[in-house]
Structure formats: structure tokens, C-alpha cells
């Protein structure tokens, strides 16, 4: 085997400085085709290479993890990304029975000390499987496309890397976590990390690149007589030209970046081809009936006299959804709760504090996850009771099944009430507009040559809202309906069939 695998960065920057910089957490974010994964993986042995030799037999010892949002992904992509640098018949043999590994060893040679480097592969899409990791003395780890990661895995990492080698081996030169990810929304973990928060300094600080989008959106004044002719590209409505700072050129195709513009939507061109931070809709949505453009309006308010409708969805991702129905039958969605990571408890102080403070003038009808009258293992008490020490009068909806959820939101959006859509939402809930548009959705099946999703939608950040949408609108009024045959009860009589008429 060979110690003379060498890589050169330096055509890509971005690249290059995220790969000298020694910061406890790094992260890198870019477009399609920029090299990010391809880097990742070559730190792995770079560090390996840059660990100090054991003082019991000169061996560079290293131990690293390589997670991904599932396993599918994990073989398909990070993986095959490894064998490229790392083909079996030079490196050795992977273990491929679960969890999936890589263990390279090279004998010393000369001066150069051997190495002894272990790489394991995981999944870890879920916070719940951060337990995965409390077995595991690393000494760093590689996040493939961390936007697909709850924040929790990355906070799990922090406290197991530093632990390999041991300190009779000589204890790791560096320890760290290092990721890549192509870009994702506004409101996402990462753009808030980075952009809003305040983040660690000195030898346990974080640090984030962005590197330079493959293509830029082309201003009509600055456009030649002769677009085409000149390079520019027009897709999704705009003209595009390809950056002359983009990154990794060298190791793409001629034209890469033109050639993937063609079909697609203007924010999939700027965050897969621009690299900007924008909402991307994936999969198939579970409320394709709702139109953001028609159904969002700014500065919606609620009608005096009439109740809000709060819906919530319990967990420890707990959301609440604040609607009214007029007289008229028109939903308006006017605010939103969504948290993470928090108890009953302390959502519902806050939920409290949004009612009093928001809605005083208001009486309330809230509705919940008929899941939440099930009594706590340790205090025996239902979330409902809970809700009702602070004040919180809640009741159960008639059912929890997904598809009389779905139905209550979609039935509004199908009404025109006075020339407008039966279902508005204030523009300022914008996390209610996400799951709306795509967020909370159905992922598509691997199926060669057929377009087909999943029955149950994805469970993720937007789902919560979502469900809490759904409770909304089904307790106030939308499950009567559906299941009277699209009478609503609230403000119609019921009907009496006529018989004694003639036919004829």
C-alpha cells in the first residue's frame, strides 16, 4: 500500500481554507459539484496522516466516524465518494455487515511512521439516535450533508471525539467535527448558527465557509445583444452565466453548471447551481392544493366576537397553530408556536403567554393530538391534564388519522368565498407557509422509471406544524363536515329530506 496519495486544493480557495483551519467544529457550505464531499473525505486521512506517533510502537493511531441522514444515502453517495479515494483493492477490504467500516493500516516505511486508521460509516437521522454514538471514542467526525441532521447529532459528536487514541498512545494530535452540506432555508439550524448566533472562539470555536455559486443570475442590463450566443443560459424565467469563481471547475465537465439548469425551478437553480440559502421543495407535497402566491396575505385580523381555534401537536417538538373561521366560512391562519427540544411544561407557558398576550380580547377553543390523553409513565398524567394546571382548557380531536388531518386543510382551499381562497395565512407565519408549500411532504420511491412517493409523509422540522395545522382545522369544525358530506354544521341547519313529491 501507499503512503504518496496527495491532494491539491489550491484551485478551490474556499476549499483550501476550510481544510487548514483547525477550528473544534468547521462547516462548508456550497453548491452541487463544488468539491465539498470530496475534500471531507480527504481530511480524514489528512488527519490521520497529521496524528503523532504512539510511544509504545511509532503507530499513528485515528479513529473516525462518517454519518449520513440514512443508510440508502450513506451507500449510495458518501460511500461510493470514499471508494473513489479509498478503492478496496489499494486500501484494504471494508467490512460491510453493520455498522459499516473501513480499517486502513500502513506498515511504516523509512521515516514515515505507520498508520493504523479506522473509519466507521453511520446513520444518524433522528435525535433519538444519538445514543448510537455513546459507545464511540473518536478522535474526529465528518457530517456528510449536515442539513439533513437534526442540530442534536452534531452537539452528540462534540463529546465523543477527543477520546481515541489514549493517552498511552500518545492521545490525538486534533480533535474535531467537520461538515458539508449544500444549502438549505433561512430558518434552518445551520443558517442560524451561523449567521445569527454568536459562536465559540479560541481552540473550541466553530468556523463556517460558503463557498462561490457555480452560476450567476444575470441583470438585464447587463446583458450582451446576443445572450445565447455569449454563454448566458435562460431557465426559470432568468438568464444565467456560469461563475468565473466557481469552485472545482477543473474536475467537472465543460459546461457542468450551464447543463443542469434546463427544467428546473428558480429556487432549485439557486440552491443547487447559485449556492444562496433558499426554501427547495422536496418530494411530493402533502397539501398540493395550496398556492403561496393567492393564499398568503400580510396583516390578517381576526374578527371580534368569534373564537380563536388553536391546534397543537404535543412531543418534544411541540407546535401550536392559531386560526379563526368567519362568519362567512373563510380560515385565516394568524400566528404560530414552534419549538424544539421542549417538555410540556415549558411550552405550555409559553403557548400561555401567546394566548394573554396576543389574544386577550378573544375566547379560545384549543384542540389536540387525541395521542396526548395517554397518562405519563412516571407522573400519570395525560398532556391534556397538564395543559389544564396552567389554565389550558384542551380537548381532543374526534381522530388522529393523517388523511382526515390532510382533508380538513385541503377542504377550505378549495372554496372561493367572496371571489378569495377559504383558507388565508398571515404572511408572518412563516414556518405554517413552508410546510404548506412543501415542507411537510411525501418522499419518492426509488422506482426506475416511475414518478411514485410514499404513503406516509415525511416526518421532519416542518411536519410538526403541519399536524398542528391539522388539529386546528379539524376540531373547529372541518371533521363535522367531512363527515356530514361537506355540510358545515356550524352555521347550516340540518337537512330533512323531502319524500312525499312526484317524480314525474
Not at 71 to 90: A, D, G
Not at 275 to 298: A, I, L
Not at 303 to 326: M, N, S, Y
Not at 440 to 469: C, F, M, T, W
Amino acid at each position: 500500500m501507499s503512503h504518496d496519495l496527495k491532494f491539491n486544493f489550491k484551485k478551490s480557495p474556499t476549499v483550501y481554507k476550510f481544510l487548514q483551519d483547525n477550528s473544534f467544529v468547521r462547516g462548508i457550505v456550497g453548491p452541487v459539484g463544488s468539491g465539498k464531499s470530496y475534500a471531507c473525505a480527504a481530511e480524514v486521512f489528512m488527519r490521520a496522516v497529521k496524528q503523532k506517533p504512539s510511544p509504545k510502537d511509532g503507530i499513528k493511531y485515528s479513529r473516525f466516524v462518517i454519518v449520513r441522514n440514512s443508510y440508502p444515502e450513506l451507500r449510495t453517495t458518501t460511500i461510493k465518494t470514499w471508494q473513489e479515494i479509498f478503492p478496496e483493492n489499494t486500501w484494504g477490504s471494508m467490512r460491510w455487515s453493520p455498522p459499516i467500516s473501513h480499517h486502513i493500516r500502513l506498515p511504516s516505511r523509512g521515516d514515515a511512521a505507520g498508520i493504523d486508521c479506522e473509519v466507521i460509516f453511520l446513520a444518524l437521522d433522528q435525535p433519538k439516535d444519538v445514543r448510537k454514538l455513546l459507545s464511540l471514542e473518536l478522535t474526529g467526525a465528518w457530517v456528510n450533508e449536515a442539513r439533513e441532521l437534526p442540530k442534536q447529532v452534531i452537539d452528540g459528536l462534540t463529546h465523543r471525539v477527543g477520546r481515541y487514541p489514549s493517552k498511552a498512545d500518545g492521545g490525538p494530535s486534533w480533535r474535531g467535527v467537520w461538515m458539508d452540506t449544500n444549502p438549505m432555508e433561512d430558518d434552518h439550524w445551520w443558517y442560524v448558527t451561523s449567521k445569527k448566533e454568536t459562536l465559540p472562539k479560541g481552540k473550541f470555536g466553530w468556523k463556517f465557509f460558503e463557498q462561490p455559486g457555480g452560476v450567476v443570475e444575470a441583470e438585464k442590463d447587463e446583458l450582451p445583444d446576443m445572450p445565447e450566443a455569449n454563454g448566458y443560459i435562460f431557465s426559470a424565467g432568468s438568464w444565467w452565466t456560469e461563475n468565473k469563481k466557481a469552485e472545482n471547475i477543473n474536475n467537472l465537465p465543460s459546461g457542468y453548471y450551464s447543463q443542469i439548469l434546463a427544467g428546473k425551478t428558480k429556487d432549485w437553480i439557486k440552491c443547487y447551481a447559485q449556492g444562496k440559502y433558499t426554501f427547495v421543495q422536496e418530494g411530493k407535497p402533502v397539501w398540493h392544493e395550496y398556492e403561496d402566491s393567492t393564499m398568503s396575505v400580510e396583516g390578517l385580523e381576526p374578527e371580534k366576537g368569534l373564537p380563536i381555534t388553536i391546534g397543537l401537536d404535543f412531543g418534544l417538538t411541540p407546535a401550536a397553530v392559531f386560526a379563526q373561521r368567519q362568519l362567512s366560512g373563510t380560515w385565516l391562519v394568524l400566528h404560530e408556536l414552534v419549538t424544539f427540544e421542549m417538555g410540556l411544561e415549558r411550552f405550555g407557558h409559553l403557548l400561555k403567554g401567546e394566548m394573554e398576550m396576543r389574544f386577550h380580547k378573544f375566547d379560545f377553543q384549543v384542540w389536540g393530538d387525541p395521542a396526548g390523553v395517554a397518562r405519563d409513565q412516571i407522573y400519570e398524567t395525560t398532556a391534556f391534564d397538564h395543559l389544564k394546571t396552567l389554565g389550558i382548557i384542551a380537548r381532543p380531536t374526534a381522530t388522529n388519522d393523517f388523511k382526515s388531518r390532510r382533508e380538513a386543510v385541503a377542504g377550505p382551499m378549495t372554496r372561493l368565498i367572496n371571489h378569495k381562497p377559504g383558507f388565508l395565512v398571515d404572511t408572518k407565519c412563516t414556518k405554517v407557509r413552508k410546510s404548506l408549500a412543501g415542507g411537510y411532504h411525501y418522499k419518492r420511491v426509488q422506482i426506475s422509471g416511475q414518478e411514485r412517493y410514499r404513503d406516509a409523509p415525511n416526518k421532519n422540522q416542518h411536519s410538526h406544524v403541519g399536524d398542528a395545522l391539522g388539529y386546528c382545522l379539524l376540531g373547529g369544525g372541518e371533521h363535522t363536515r367531512l363527515i356530514r358530506g361537506g355540510v358545515n354544521p356550524y352555521f347550516v341547519k340540518d337537512a330533512v329530506a323531502k319524500t312525499d313529491f312526484e317524480i314525474f
